[in-house]
């Protein structure tokens, strides 16, 4: 008996020195843990940045958006106050009308046409033709 208990003394030695040698090649997931948890509370910072840089832009589009649609109005303004300065400057829009008239009718530079052979020319408020 004294042979059996000094056998399973030497087995439980035994085992217990092959559990301290896998226990030291066991891989320690504390520093693993560790370098993740740095990784997550440097992503953290970076998401936290990238929303406020969108906040920002978001707010810079909207005041853009505004100030383009001022100047939209601003030009269509001053686009309107021109055509009207132009308007008075010429004497406003000129209209033409032609009716019944079977002739061939040629508008050359300078404003006159050639009706027939015959030029008419049309100046303030004066009318020539001439051959």
């Known amino acids: ?14 085992l217990k020195s092959e559990v301290a040698e896998a226990r ?21 910072k970076t998401i936290s940045r990238l929303r406020a840089e969108q906040s920002q832009l978001g707010f810079g589009l909207r005041q853009t958006d505004k100030r383009m649609t001022l100047t939209t109005f601003e030009l269509t303004a001053v686009g309107g106050a021109t055509r009207e300065a132009l308007e008075r400057r010429t004497g406003g829009n000129q209209h ?29 408020g004066e009318r020539r033709r001439g051959g």
């Open 1 to 14: 008996m004294l042979r059996d208990e000094v056998g399973l003394e030497r087995g439980l030695a035994k």
């Open 24 to 44: 030291q090649q066991a891989p320690s997931f504390k520093a693993e843990l560790e370098g993740l948890r740095a990784e997550v509370a440097t992503q953290e």
């Open 96 to 124: 033409v009308t032609v009716k019944h008239i079977h002739q061939q009718v040629n508008v050359t530079e300078g404003g006159q046409a050639v009706v027939a052979g015959d030029t008419v020319t049309r100046g303030q």
